[in-house]
Each structure stands twice: as structure tokens, then as C-alpha cells.
């Protein structure tokens, strides 16, 4: 499986070996890493690690793993990440992540890469259920999943390992069932 989708402002496509140096940059961005658990990396070697990884959960028969470059569509322009971690097949379901470079935010990319990873995973891979969790500090990650029709089902207390010490989280999650048709606009090529 290679997906590459679209949509009106971004091609998302999966991570590979030349995709390394930008994502290093995103990690080492102290604004990204404020509600990350992954933490900075100490060097350009762990974030190599971590992107074989990536790559490994996508190339297994069954991929554990499905993490994304989110492109600017005409300028190629690297925009940032965005993952479905899948559960065990009989489940139908994944928890999607993603992080976006700080230049971006609040100009609607992460809720329009969301949408697409959405229609791909419900339409394309035939998910019954996705899920996302936030730090609850988190506003405007809490506002995309809700732009997106995500729903909070609850709260964890004490689950994430921040810099600024252990954070509580809110869990969204979404259903095939609850997508409306007309959200779904994106192409896989």
C-alpha cells in the first residue's frame, strides 16, 4: 500500500527516507514538542530512528503504522505530520496523531489534512472507528478534532509524559457511521 491523497491545499503521502531532515526540524521546534511525548531529539540520529520505524509499521503485510508528510499541494512546501496507528485488524479501528510546523497552524491545514486521513481511513481502509487523544491544555488540537466532527468521550488522568510534567487527556473518537458524505473530499492516487 502507497496512498497518496490530496486535496484542494495539501498532498499527503507516505513518510520516507528523504522526508528525514524535515521532520527533524519539526521535532526539534520547542512550540511542537510543548504536547508531544516523543520530546526533542537529542540529534539528527534519533530522529533517523524514529522515522525507520515509521517506515517499518507501514511496510509490514498488515501495516501497524500509517504515517504521513503533509505537503503544501503547489509549493511543495513541508508542512508537517499526520499518523494512523492501527489496532488489530478484527477491531477496525486506529488513533490518529499529527504535528504540524508552527508557520501553519491556524489556517485550517490541520483540520483539512485530518479530513483527508478521515474519508482515506473510513472510505479507503474500511475503518469502523477513529480515535485521538489530546493533552487537555491543548485548545486548538481540541477545537480540529471537534471541527472534524470528532466527539470527547472521556478523560484520562495523568497519562502523558510532558515536559511541564504528567497531563491529563481528552479521548475523541469518531465513526464511520457518524461521517457525513459531503466532508468527504479527497483523491487517492
Known sequence: MNPSLHSVRLSISLVCIDDIED???LHLSPLV?????????????ETIEVVKK???GQQRQVPTSLNFVIRERHSNSFIG???LNMAMQKFK???VWYKLRPKYWKQGYATEALEVLLSFGFQTLGLHRIEAGCA??????????EKVGMQKEGQ????????SGWADAYLYAILATDRKPHLA????T
Do not use: C, W
Not at 35 to 40: A, E, K, P, R, S
Not at 136 to 145: D, K
Not at 157 to 162: D, G, K
Open 23 to 25: 521532520i527533524h526540524k
Open 33 to 45: 514538542d510543548r504536547y508531544n511525548t516523543l520530546g526533542i531529539p537529542a540529534d539528527l540520529d
Open 54 to 56: 515509521f517506515i517499518q
Open 81 to 83: 505530520l499526520i499518523a
Open 93 to 95: 479501528m486506529a488513533e
Open 136 to 145: 487537555v491544555e491543548n485548545v486548538a488540537s481540541r477545537r480540529v478534532l
Open 156 to 163: 484520562k488522568r495523568q497519562v502523558l509524559p510532558l515536559k
Open 185 to 188: 473530499s479527497f483523491t487517492n
